[in-house]
């Protein structure tokens, strides 16, 4: 397995292929992995081996960037997929809008069985 944490620098080096067949799926395991390395210096993160990942496992990683980032921790991506960073880039372009589109649902009644008929018949 190639995760390893060198304590002299705390360096974490993640090679999701030992972790992961070719593709991150899901959220909780992503999140179980990262929780590793929360008191290394710097970690690079390797995606050989890697190609696919799901919006909500890219959602993960970059929600990881942020909190290691903010504790100082320097990170690194390498051997990543143009379609990998593809998918990073555009989860961290929509993590950006800080609104979410409302959804208007027109409410209806109906005054009888036979009006409900009559619409659904229609549509």
């Known amino acids: 397995m190639n995760v390893y944490l060198v304590m002299e620098n705390r360096w974490s080096h993640i090679v999701l292929s030992d972790f992961f067949d070719s593709q991150l799926n899901n959220r909780a395991s992503v999140a179980l992995l990262f929780e590793r390395v929360k008191k290394s210096k710097a970690v690079a993160i390797d995606f050989s081996g890697i190609d696919f990942i799901s919006r909500s496992a890219a959602h993960e990683i970059l929600t990881f960037i942020d909190e290691v980032q903010k504790k100082g921790i ?33 409410r209806l ?10 619409f659904l018949l229609a549509i």
Not at 81 to 94: F, M, R, Y
């Open 74 to 106: 320097d990170f690194t991506f390498t051997n990543m997929a143009p379609n990998i960073d593809e998918t990073l880039q555009k989860v961290s372009a929509s993590r950006k809008q800080n609104f979410k589109r409302a959804t208007f649902v027109k």
């Open 109 to 118: 009644s109906f005054g009888s069985e036979k009006d409900l008929e009559d």
